[in-house]
């Protein structure tokens, strides 16, 4: 009885089963963009852009085909997959265009590059020096 | 100056791929006046301080002190849970799933990780993994014996399917020995996991020794 008391507890079934990531009730992210693109979805649906089903169907389209490309999909994916639909739906509202997104993210990793480290990256640094 | 041309390879800062492809998204959608960054902030705020399973353990401990409270939640969830100050997003369209000695409730998402937020916050790590999302629904008794739960042979496993439209909250048993218990104390015993039907309330054997 009390084995299953501290089981239970914070440290649910994760070292029982290890196929299950583990998981105690620590922080919802596992880093800063994953709260970023988690709150950009939320914040996108609340102004009508697209429905919660239609979220729904993306996020599983995505789920399932990184699925079939071999991602064991054990949760710690889940943001990625949170991404890729974003992407997929903004393109689809006509929000961003597929290729507008390529190339900001071009343009992110040229003004990364021209940081030196430790300063905060800004976009267009690399073409103002 | 040429940006990296002289530089040597670890004076300068790099984002990761992800990091790079969610600073695309954000600095694009503000932009456009999509999203606003300091709504972000806020939203954030809410999902990693405020909202979580503590929430969901008052709804519990209430139902457990009060009948009329519990018939009020099973029959009509979502605004019973909005009576205790509950809601927003995701948890729109409640349904409670009493535990009984005859039935134990199990919810998963199968198709992504729908999860009511209101109550329990952001799905734990497991409950979007693709091991759980299949294997409960062929072999909850598997699961739950993973999660150290063992149920009565006769104790029928329902496994509830969340959808985008409709979202699950079990009310798990309340423990023997918890007689007289007021509601804070109670709530403290309620774990996330009982409330997901992967795990049972049971008394900590610390309290149970205090008695």
Same mark, same amino acid.
């Given at each position: 009885?009390?084995?299953?008391?501290?089981?239970? /507890?914070?440290? *649910?079934? /994760?070292?029982?089963? *290890?196929?299950?990531?583990?998981? &105690?009730?620590?922080?919802?992210f596992?880093a800063?963009?994953q709260?970023?693109?988690?709150?950009?979805?939320?914040?996108?649906?609340?102004?009508?852009?697209?429905?919660?089903?239609?979220?729904?169907?993306?996020? $599983?389209?995505?789920?399932?085909? /990184?699925?079939?490309? $071999?991602?064991?999909?054990?949760?710690?994916?889940?943001?990625?997959?949170?991404?890729? /639909?974003?992407?997929?739906?903004? &393109?689809?509202?006509?929000?961003?265009?597929?290729?507008?997104?390529?190339?900001r993210?071009? &343009?992110?990793?040229?003004?990364?590059?021209?940081?030196?480290?430790?300063?905060?990256?800004?976009?267009?640094?690399?073409?103002?020096? | 100056?040429?940006?990296?041309?002289?530089?040597?390879?670890?004076?300068h800062?790099?984002?990761?791929?992800?990091? @790079? !492809?969610v600073?695309? @998204? #954000?600095?694009?959608?503000?932009?456009?006046?999509?999203?606003?960054?300091?709504?972000?902030? #806020?939203?954030?705020?809410?999902?990693?301080?405020?909202?979580?399973?503590?929430?969901?353990a008052?709804?519990?401990? !209430?139902?457990?002190?009060?009948? #009329?409270?519990?018939?009020? @939640?099973?029959?009509?969830?979502?605004?019973?849970?909005?009576?205790?100050?509950?809601?927003?997003?995701?948890?729109?369209?409640?349904?409670?799933?009493?535990?009984?000695?005859? +039935?134990?409730?199990?919810? +998963?998402?199968t198709?992504?990780?729908?999860?009511?937020?209101? +109550?329990?916050?952001?799905?734990?790590?497991?409950?979007?993994?693709?091991?759980?999302?299949?294997?409960?629904?062929?072999?909850?008794?598997?699961?739950?014996?993973?999660?150290? +739960?063992?149920?009565p042979?006769d104790?029928?496993?329902?496994?509830?399917?969340?959808?985008?439209?409709?979202?699950? @909250?079990?009310?798990?048993?309340?423990?023997?020995?918890?007689?007289?218990?007021?509601?804070?104390?109670?709530?403290?015993?309620?774990? !996330?996991?009982?409330?997901?039907?992967?795990?049972?309330?049971?008394?900590p054997?610390?309290?149970?020794?205090?008695?």
């Amino acid at each position: 009885m009390n084995a299953r008391v501290r089981s239970d /507890a914070n440290d *649910p079934g /994760a070292h029982l089963l *290890p196929e299950l990531p583990r998981d &105690a009730e620590g922080p919802v992210f596992d880093a800063p963009w994953q709260a970023q693109v988690f709150a950009m979805a939320v914040k996108l649906h609340e102004q009508g852009h697209f429905t919660w089903a239609e979220w729904a169907t993306h996020l $599983g389209a995505e789920i399932k085909s /990184a699925q079939e490309s $071999g991602d064991p999909d054990r949760g710690d994916t889940y943001y990625d997959h949170w991404l890729r /639909a974003l992407e997929t739906l903004v &393109a689809e509202k006509n929000l961003i265009g597929s290729a507008e997104l390529t190339d900001r993210r071009d &343009a992110w990793d040229r003004a990364a590059r021209a940081t030196p480290h430790g300063e905060p990256i800004v976009l267009g640094r690399e073409q103002n020096p | 100056m040429g940006a990296g041309d002289h530089d040597h390879p670890h004076e300068h800062s790099e984002l990761s791929e992800l990091e @790079l !492809r969610v600073r695309a @998204l #954000e600095s694009l959608l503000t932009e456009k006046g999509y999203v606003d960054p300091a709504a972000l902030d #806020e939203i954030i705020d809410t999902y990693e301080n405020r909202v979580g399973p503590r929430n969901g353990a008052r709804v519990v401990a !209430r139902a457990w002190s009060n009948e #009329e409270y519990k018939a009020w @939640l099973l029959k009509d969830a979502t605004a019973a849970i909005a009576d205790l100050g509950y809601t927003g997003r995701q948890g729109e369209d409640m349904q409670v799933l009493e535990n009984t000695p005859a +039935v134990h409730n199990m919810v +998963v998402c199968t198709l992504c990780s729908c999860y009511p937020w209101p +109550v329990l916050g952001l799905p734990p790590v497991w409950y979007k993994s693709a091991p759980y999302r299949s294997r409960v629904v062929i072999d909850p008794r598997g699961v739950l014996a993973d999660f150290g +739960v063992t149920l009565p042979d006769d104790t029928e496993i329902r496994v509830w399917d969340s959808t985008s439209e409709m979202r699950y @909250l079990v009310l798990p048993m309340r423990p023997e020995g918890t007689e007289g218990w007021n509601e804070d104390r109670l709530a403290d015993i309620v774990t !996330r996991d009982s409330m997901i039907g992967t795990g049972i309330v049971s008394v900590p054997a610390a309290a149970a020794a205090a008695e």
